[in-house]
């Protein structure tokens, strides 16, 4: 059974940092694209970044140059560096796999960025 725990949110000024971790277990985790979603109230689940299992990123537009994603496969962790944070970014943010044609979620981030 695939499991993904996140760590790492908290409150940040604008314009600050923040770097999220998910630990996954129950998969051979360097053969996986991870993702990175997030999900305001009342909104779609956005994806935000992904990372191949030979480590080829994509961002959304809105975090380019601002977000990176990463990944240690001996740690079996995928992070989330997350500079120049604005309140826009404030949300909860959830790990992901597709593994075998099913999704697997972690119970989620929360990142809150005062103004």
């Known amino acids: 059974q695939v499991q993904l725990v996140e760590s790492g949110g908290g409150l940040v000024q604008a314009g600050g940092s923040l770097r999220l971790s998910c630990v996954a277990s129950?998969?051979?985790?360097?053969?996986?694209?991870m993702r990175w979603y997030r999900q305001a109230p009342g909104k779609q689940r956005e994806l935000v970044a992904t990372?191949?299992?030979?480590?080829?990123?994509v961002y959304t537009t809105s975090v380019e140059g601002r977000f990176t994603v990463s990944r240690d496969n001996t740690k079996n962790t995928v992070y989330l560096q997350m500079n120049s944070l604005r309140p826009g970014d404030a949300t909860v943010y959830y790990c992901?796999?597709?593994?075998?044609?099913?999704?697997?979620w972690g119970k989620g981030a929360q990142v809150t960025v005062s103004s």
């Open positions: 992901n796999v597709d593994y075998w044609n099913k999704d697997s």
């Open positions: 129950g998969l051979t985790f360097s053969a996986f694209a």
């Open positions: 990372i191949s299992s030979v480590n080829t990123t």
